[in-house]
């Protein structure tokens, strides 16, 4: 499916969609937005508040420097601009989850807009804009438990700060939808001012959708969908919507602007409330806090403090290294995996085979344990000094994976695990030699067939010998030694 791709299923073909993403993402700092609160998730409820979080009369909040370092280092990395001047509004609404009755956010001048994120799909690149970011504060939690007549609050989550990463309406397919969230958690996490985990809600998506015929250019009625935690819902839920819509003008309905809620378990949206609009916040605003004041010349130390992005190590990795295409994607996917391999690559190992053991071996342990590569017990040095070993003939691949797994379970370095094992590689030629006329001669009939032209025989001999050598006959020459003899 090519990017920009017209909308499948009930009138397919006659419309295309019309997305933009307002990804919420959780600020990596100790503290919440506006007080000393801890921001650590999975505490007993209403344990993480004060006075302030929670909305007391009187109090007075204070702006958390590190996060509006967070939200310029994100902007510069999404190619925004910085506002060198921006505040924070009120919104106002009444909700359980919110105890002060309105949200801290910012509204006519965020701190970052004017960006761009780039991502490939199907092969070609797309370029998608950034409306804004803007800094404001997370509401509180309802929990709804037992089905009785009323709900818990927790409030452990008011004040936690967050950026909202608005894009343009450029996306035009659920496919583009899901890998754009993927290259802002990406570029996120190398950033480190969020940890993406869209499990614990620390990156989560509201999605505005439309359908208009194609080649028009004015815009439908949108529909907001909420409520998505994961890449997989953000196609799911962009789908459904998407037929829902078609289906509605198709059957000579209109499309009605409204938020509604995406139900994964059943895969469909539903309708949860109108569609507010921004004079139904009444922003103005907020009178207990200063404007934003971004320093140029503090803005640029950030700027030179970013570290390098997964596109430009993608670059540097296909370029320097020659690896293909599909294994720098693989290693760039997460900063901790590519930091894992250049630190294999320094310590020495080649650049090709630290990229598939990594790939193949390594996945495998840590995926059967579902560990990531911060919790594996091997390290990068571990690995290329392994490498060397087959490199120079010490041990041949095949023996190679069984040090690797000891090295997994025990954390032992491969020398010492050859060594106590006894698994050096035989490479003498005469006692390979002495093995491989044993093996010819017990196999006088498997001889002649080879020798009539049954060449898929040569796999069974080496077969035999490696078993008898315990695997441990260097590959190469036996079969250079059997080619030679069974000529003969």
């Known amino acids: 499916m090519k990017s920009g791709v017209r909308s499948q299923g009930s009138g397919a073909g006659k419309y295309e969609a019309v997305i933009g993403l307002e990804v919420h993402a959780q600020m990596l700092t100790d503290t919440k937005i506006f007080c000393g609160c801890s921001t650590k998730f999975g505490s007993e409820p209403n344990t993480q508040t004060c006075p302030v979080c929670i909305g007391m009369p009187g109090v007075l909040p204070v702006l958390n420097r590190k996060a509006v370092e967070f939200a310029v280092r994100t902007g510069l990395a999404l190619n925004c601009k910085i506002s060198p001047y921006s505040r924070f509004a009120r919104k106002n609404y009444f909700y359980p989850d919110l105890p002060k009755g309105y949200q801290i956010s910012q509204y006519e001048l965020p701190i970052c807009e004017g960006g761009y994120v780039e991502i490939v799909v199907d092969g070609d690149v797309k370029k998608i804009g950034i409306t804004r970011i803007h800094m404001e504060e997370d509401a509180g939690k309802n929990i709804h438990e037992g089905g009785g007549s009323y709900s818990f609050v927790d409030l452990n989550r008011a004040g936690v700060p967050l950026m909202e990463i608005v894009s343009e309406p450029d996306i035009r397919s659920p496919k583009e939808a899901a890998e754009y969230m993927k290259k802002l958690r990406t570029s996120l996490r190398y950033l480190g001012v969020c940890d993406g985990n869209m499990e614990q809600g620390s990156l989560r998506c509201d999605a505005n959708v439309s359908i208009r015929p194609v080649g028009q250019k004015e815009y439908g009625i949108r529909a907001e969908v909420k409520n998505i935690n994961s890449f997989k819902f953000v196609e799911k839920a962009l789908e459904y919507e998407i037929k829902r819509q078609i289906k ?39 009178p207990d806090l200063v404007p934003i004041k971004a320093d140029a010349k503090w803005i640029n130390e950030i700027k030179d403090a970013l570290p390098e992005l997964p596109d430009a190590k993608r670059e540097m990795f296909v370029s320097e290294y020659g690896l293909p295409e599909y294994d720098a994607d693989f290693l760039v996917s997460e900063r901790s995996l590519a930091i894992w391999y250049e630190d294999a690559v320094k310590a020495g190992g080649q650049p090709k085979a630290v990229s598939n053991w990594m790939m193949v071996e390594l996945m495998k342990l840590l995926n059967d344990e579902n560990k990531t590569i911060e919790d594996c017990p091997v390290k990068p040095l571990q690995l290329a000094r392994m490498l060397k070993l087959i490199d120079n003939g010490t041990i041949s691949g095949k023996i190679a994976k069984t040090v690797f797994e000891d090295m997994y379970r025990t954390g032992k370095d491969a020398e010492i695990i050859v060594r106590e094992k006894g698994l050096i590689q035989i490479s003498d030629s005469s006692e390979i030699e002495k093995t491989v006329d044993e093996v010819i001669a017990k196999n006088p009939k498997e001889v002649e067939r080879i020798k009539a032209g049954d060449e898929k025989l040569l796999g069974f001999f080496v077969g035999q010998i490696m078993k008898a050598t315990k695997g441990k006959a260097n590959p190469q020459m036996v079969n250079d030694l059997l080619k030679k003899k069974l000529q003969q």
């Open 248 to 286: 509605v003008v198709e059957e000579g309905g209109r499309v009605i602007q409204e938020t509604r809620l995406f139900d994964s378990a059943t895969g469909t949206t539903h309708s949860m409330r109108s569609k507010e609009e921004a004079h139904d916040y009444r922003y103005f605003p907020e």
